[in-house]
């Protein structure tokens, strides 16, 4: 069975670091690439960060580039999301998952198919 766990949230500091990890088992493939998402309370599940199955290629959304860094390991199923500078707004549960498409770039959630359960990240002021 396909399964996908994240790992890393908490409770943070504005201006703080937090890393979170992905490890994806079972008939998980994720020799296309893997994403990050985010949810906050009350609002739609929106694209972080992905990266392509080589790691050659990474894609960011605007509110994060240049603070988030992506990276993968596809020899072990694995990839991380390296959070740095955080802010408020950063405040979400934050969802790995393994692309279903090969096109570039995967930004939304009809791209990926398989995901994970979610890891809370807070951010205080």
């Known amino acids: 069975q396909a399964q996908l766990v994240e790992s890393g949230g908490g409770l943070v500091q504005a201006g703080g670091s937090l890393r979170l990890s992905c490890r994806a088992s079972?008939?998980?493939?994720?020799?296309?690439?893997m994403g990050w998402f985010r949810q906050a309370p009350g609002k739609e599940r929106e694209f972080v960060a992905a990266?392509?199955?080589?790691?050659?290629?990474?894609d960011y959304v605007d509110s994060v580039r240049g603070r988030f860094t992506i990276s993968g390991d596809n020899a072990k199923n694995t990839a991380a999301l390296q959070m740095n500078n955080v802010k408020p707004e950063d405040t979400a549960a934050y969802y790995c998952?393994?692309?279903?498409?090969?096109?570039?770039?995967?930004?939304?959630?009809?791209?990926?198919?398989?995901w994970g359960q979610g890891t809370q990240v807070t951010v205080s002021s």
């Open positions: 998952a393994a692309a279903a498409v090969s096109k570039w770039p995967r930004r939304s959630v009809d791209d990926y198919l398989y």
């Open positions: 990266i392509s199955r080589t790691g050659l290629r990474t």
């Open positions: 079972g008939r998980v493939d994720s020799r296309i690439g």
